[in-house]
């Protein structure tokens, strides 16, 4: 088994010469804003998983590029591993769950996230080429 329990998927877009990045409202906590991510099943890839996630969450297809960094939070006394591949938007899709989801720019992508780490992990995709 990988060394990831999850994955998931700092999709970006290019409109009007700026990069946007996708966000979803979190399932448990309406109103927080969250990348796309959830758990690896068994026999898939980290990247497949990271497909399937965005497109089940945010009714997006998308394909990794590369990794864009992980993060770790503990959870019902697990450690909860997700490794985020940057990933560039492909297309709208059939979604799953019914949650909110926004396109945002950098900056504004960054106000709206809470976690630092997952902060973190949008910096480092941003600072990657699509």
């Not at 998927?9 to 290019?14: H, K, P, Y």
């Not at 960094?69 to 297309?91: K, N, P």
Request: charged share 35%; proline share 4%; hydrophobic share 35%.
């Amino acid at each position: 088994m990988s060394e990831y329990s999850h994955a998931g998927g700092v999709v970006a877009r290019t409109k009007g010469g700026k990069r946007e990045y996708l966000l979803v409202e979190a399932r448990r906590r309406r109103g927080e804003w969250v990348l796309p991510k959830g758990h690896i099943e068994p026999g898939e890839t980290p990247e497949a998983a990271a497909v399937r996630e965005v497109q089940e969450e945010a009714g997006v297809r998308a394909e990794p590029v590369s990794r864009a960094g992980e993060s770790e939070y503990a959870a019902d006394g697990q450690t909860v591993r997700i490794i985020f591949f940057l990933m560039r938007y492909q297309g709208e899709a059939g979604r799953r769950e019914d949650r909110a989801r926004a396109w945002r720019r950098y900056e504004d992508a960054l106000g709206l996230l809470r976690f630092d780490d997952t902060r973190r992990v949008l910096a480092q995709a941003h600072a990657l080429p699509i």
